[in-house]
């Protein structure tokens, strides 16, 4: 009976530490996807800032030009 406890205790233990794995795993998952995705629309911004700031600047040059 002793043999049977302790059997059903170790795989009981085992499946909880496969799943906390598997949701830590899916968590780290997660944080990588929206640090790439904050990345993108960082950069999608700067891309946007550069483009404004080479337009004004060129229409202060060409001003400035006559």
Do not use: C, P
Request: hydrophobic fraction near 45%.
């Amino acid at each position: 009976m002793k043999k049977i406890l302790f059997a059903a205790a170790a795989v009981g233990t085992a499946a909880s530490l496969v799943i906390l794995y598997l949701r830590k795993r899916q968590q780290g998952h997660d944080l990588i996807e929206d640090a790439r995705d904050t990345v993108n629309k960082t950069a999608g911004t700067m891309r946007d800032y550069a483009r404004k700031a080479k337009a004004e600047a060129n229409g202060i040059y060409s001003n400035a030009m006559g």
